[in-house]
Antibody
Framework: QVQLVESGGGLVKPGGSLRLSCAASGFAFSDYYMSWIRQAPGKGLEWVAYITSGGTTMDYADSVKGRFTISRDNTNYSLSLQMNSLRAEDTAVYFC???????????????WGQGILVTVSS | DIQMTQSPSMLSTSAGDRVTITCRASQRINSYLNWYQQKPGTAPKLLIYAASSLQRGVPSRFSGSGSGTDFTLTISSLQPEDFATYYCQQSYRTPYSFGQGTKLEIK
């Protein structure tokens, strides 16, 4: 069965860096785009970034552009989010999610990890 | 960017009720509209994709409709396990965006 497991969260000071990882299993990882989505405490969902199946194209929300970098390792079924210059407003639960399949079709997030908390505070 | 607006933000309902949640996009998104259910402390779960297609394993009491800018999620007869927060999401173009959520509460 499809599984996505995030790791790497925690407490970091403003201006600091953190790297999140997402271990994927149960599906052909290299066939799917992948996304990161976050949810601030008590708030709604915010899409953060996506990466294409081959890892050649990425896109970001304006709120993180230039600070966050999404990447993937298809050999090791792994997705990452490098977060630099962190701000208090980046505090959130971060979810990795399976995005569209590479050969087209409807676009949706059909499987999500359990989420990992990132807290940015001094 | 495409803004998604859900209504209502909160709804007090009872088991057995028929519930309709609406979602409006700030521009036309064809049928690139998905619905998710989220319970406290858990990840969102995909219910409906492409506006009206039921995700595998989701009960048939859930249905979606709409195209263009106006969409609805309907729960035909609320079950106790349906009390949760529901989000719409457009996948027409990035940045993907979600509605602010609709929380179903027990009356």
């Amino acid at each position: 069965q499809v599984q996505l497991v995030e790791s790497g969260g925690g407490l970091v000071k403003p201006g600091g860096s953190l790297r999140l990882s997402c271990a994927a299993s149960g599906f052909a990882f290299s066939d799917y785009y992948m996304s990161w989505i976050r949810q601030a405490p008590g708030k709604g969902l915010e899409w953060v970034a996506y990466i294409t199946s081959g890892g050649t194209t990425m896109d970001y929300a304006d709120s993180v552009k230039g600070r966050f970098t999404i990447s993937r390792d298809n050999t090791n079924y792994s997705l990452s989010l490098q977060m630099n210059s962190l701000r208090a407003e980046d505090t959130a639960v971060y979810f990795c999610a399976r995005d569209r399949v590479k050969w087209g079709g409807p676009y949706y997030f059909d499987f999500w990890g359990q989420g990992i908390l990132v807290t940015v505070s001094s | 960017d495409i803004q998604m607006t859900q209504s209502p933000s909160m709804l007090s309902t009872s088991a057995g009720d028929r519930v309709t949640i609406t979602c409006r996009a700030s521009q036309r998104i064809n049928s690139y509209l998905n619905w998710y259910q989220q319970k406290p402390g858990t990840a969102p779960k995909l219910l409906i994709y492409a506006a009206s297609s039921l995700q595998r394993g989701v009960p048939s009491r859930f249905s979606g409709s709409g195209s263009g800018t106006d969409f609805t999620l309907t729960i035909s007869s609320l079950q106790p396990e349906d009390f949760a927060t529901y989000y719409c999401q457009q996948s027409y173009r990035t940045p993907y965006s979600f509605g602010q959520g609709t929380k179903l509460e027990i009356k």
